[in-house]
DNA sequence: GTCTATAATTGGATAGAC
DNA sequence: GTCTATCCAATTATAGAC
């Protein structure tokens, strides 16, 4: 893995585990073993570190759509099965992201609305009815926002939510916007 | 107003819409309109502010319950009606904590969780089904990371969603649990 | 490509005047 | 109860050695 990569695994981790305060330069760079010097090299700012991260979403974004649009079991069961919490790469941007938009970063709102609209998309194309798109939507933003309060990482969580429980809460959505 | 609220207003405010970074002490009081030292005769460091909003959290909550426990269209749709944004004090208050909580502050990560499972709580009591109960309150909670992408406030959504259209969804959920 | 040293600025907090 | 002045630590970023 070459270091920028892992210079911005570091600085996502921080991000998702941390949050923005505790995700500075000095900690970013001792996450990944390597000087505050080291980083600058890679990144000459702050801002190039948000900068690659936003990049890398889009990377994984157009992957992750690509599956969406031709999973077997279809958009909506897809989105809902991978929105809950795994710790896959897309996941682990995602959610580090969504902290850059709640600190107002034009780029990473924009990123994120981006990203919500073409999931939103695919859901709309597929459902046929805004309304149910919407609500499957929520679903899955409703626990990209359990995984951003946990940090994504909380093994003594009692309520940890099932994509398995979940998925027939979708059918009958489905079921219920075709009737 | 007590000047006290009126800085875990700008506290609360400068969270939402600016985020924990742009949050400083120098930020609050000037947003309150007084002087660092007059914050800090009220609030005698950062974490005396934080503990204030989580009282202040705890509070509404409280309120919220009562209402919710007693709704005329009972507590799911009351939940989900709720948790579009509105601006509202318990919205606010509960957008602003979760800011904290993304920065691992063990309090709020505590306030937050026990809002949620005592929302769960209700729901569950209507619904009868664990499963469903769940999906609405990711609804909900979907609504909420919604509203903290976008600091709160966002006049140029153009995606907005509206409790009356998500209502028939919720009563959908609530009549196939009942089946 | 990575390091150390350091500059410049900002943030949280204290002391004491009014 | 509010203000100004000040201290110290932390943070971003630069310069230059290796």
Redesign the interface.
Known sequence: MSARDALLDAYQSLLL??????TTLTAVAAEAGVSKGGLLYHFASKEALAEGLLERLDELLGEDLAEMASAADGPSRYYVRTSVWTGGALDRAFVAV??L????HAGA?EA??RAR?RW?DLIREEVGE???A??I??????????A????GTDPERE?V?SAM??L??VD??LA?ARA
Do not use: H
């Not at 929520?138 to 926002?145: A, I, K, N, P, T």
């Not at 951003?148 to 940090?151: F, I, M, P, R």
């Open positions: 585990t941390e949050g923005q305060r505790a969504s902290q938009a709640q600190e107002a709102r994120m609305n609209r939103l805004e309304v149910t919407q609500a939507l929520l679903l899955g933003d409703g626990l990209y926002f359990d951003a309060l946990s940090g309520d939510f429980d979940l027939p809460i009958r959505l219920a």
